[in-house]
């Protein structure tokens, strides 16, 4: 093989490599953090005293384009998660019955924020990746 034809055959090579490399990044899901974590209190005073809620939340999307459309509106899904999170009992932060309930009402109540703002519901899952009740 010719000096020339290898050298063709390297550049090639590495344009492929870097071709596969984009596309791995493009496809697949995505995970987007909701920063800062969450600090509420929740439900009603029991005793005086106000219960609190500590959790990080993690919303897996399908690709970088829907991770850069959630980050767009991030203020607005953060506002309909502090008020959905505000309003539940302790009977229900307190149980893994009631968070996947949790899960699965913001699930519901963020794609149809995101729906409304973008025409697609972009989001997948809710993930709680830390979550401590005080009270």
Same mark, same amino acid.
């Given at each position: 093989? !010719? /000096?020339?034809? /290898?050298?063709?055959? !390297?550049? @090639?090579l590495v344009f492929l490599l870097l071709a596969t490399a984009v596309a791995a990044q493009v496809q697949g899901p995505r995970y987007v953090e909701l920063e800062p974590n969450f600090t509420l209190n929740y %439900?009603?005073? &029991? %005793? %005086?005293?106000?219960?609190?809620?500590? @959790?990080?939340? @993690?919303?897996? &999307? *399908?690709?970088? *384009? /829907? /991770?850069? =459309? &959630?980050n767009a509106h991030a203020d607005a899904l953060r506002h309909a998660i502090i008020m959905h999170m505000t309003a539940q009992d302790h009977e229900t932060v307190r149980t893994n019955q009631g968070r996947e309930t949790i899960? =699965?009402?913001?699930?519901f109540e963020l794609r149809r924020i995101m729906e409304q703002e973008t025409g697609e519901?972009?989001?997948e899952r809710v993930l709680f990746t830390f979550f401590v009740i005080q009270g």
């Open positions: 093989m !010719s /000096a020339m034809k /290898a050298k063709w055959v !390297s550049i @090639t %439900g009603d005073m &029991v %005793g %005086g005293r106000l219960r609190y809620l500590q @959790t990080a939340i @993690t919303l897996q &999307v *399908a690709d970088n *384009a /829907a /991770a850069l =459309e &959630v899960q =699965e009402e913001l699930l519901p972009k989001i």
